[in-house]
């Protein structure tokens, strides 16, 4: 699939060609850069966050259509209850509007809603609304969108180290038996693949507990441009830039 990318954070434009053949199964993105986004305009925050909902609809029906199998979306971190609480409730509010708002159509394009982290803290009505779209996609069979909420790497880790705790005091499990795998299953993400592609728009290069025990093989892309401001065509270059890069997990080819 040949495509012009016009990067607009660069002035910088290229012709780029996917192969449909390799894209990633899972794709994970960190939403940066929308607080930046509003102030660069003069708006309040939490108009960036309401233009980056509509980015989340576009990337998420183009990770769809080209056969993405997983995307998982940082959309609110265990660290960030630290925000004003008028831009926490409008994030928390923005999510039922999505949600409200793109069910039908996600489920006739036989995308499973799933969320990981520990949403119990969420609202009432945050929670509802997420079992109520999971429990309507569960069985569909195409792409898995996971919506992080009240999500941190190492809060999943301790988490999973509970889990295991118990289940080794219930004699369910051996210490013999624990490996990477089984690790890998008592995360949110178990029985997924981990991702391949980590994209953080927005200019800052690290990964904020973000799927850290799943990144360790994942490849990284960054760009200047913010979430509200990134669409298709980013998602294609960083498709475009991770096919092109040379994935030895550690090995030698
Ligand atoms: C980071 O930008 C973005 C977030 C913490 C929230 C992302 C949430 C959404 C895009 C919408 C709500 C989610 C759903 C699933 C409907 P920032 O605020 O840290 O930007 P800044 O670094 O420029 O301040």
Redesign the pocket.
Known sequence: MWNFFNDKSKNEKTSISLDMNNIPKHIGII???????AKERNLP?SM??KA??ET?RDIVKECDKIGVKYLT?Y??STE?WKRPKDEVNA?MK??VQ?LRKEIEELHSNNVIVNSIGDTSKLPEICQQELKDAYEKTKNNTGLTLN?ALNYGGRDEIIRAVKLLYNDIKDGKVNEDDIDENMISNYLYTSHMPDPDLIIRP?GEKRLSNFLIWQCAYAEFWYSDI??PDFNKDYLHKAIYDYQNRDRRFGGVK
């Open positions: 939403m940066d850069g929308n607080g930046r986004w925050r960036g966050h980056g909902v989340i979306l959309a609110f960030n994030l923005l999510l999505y919506l927005s913010k979430w």
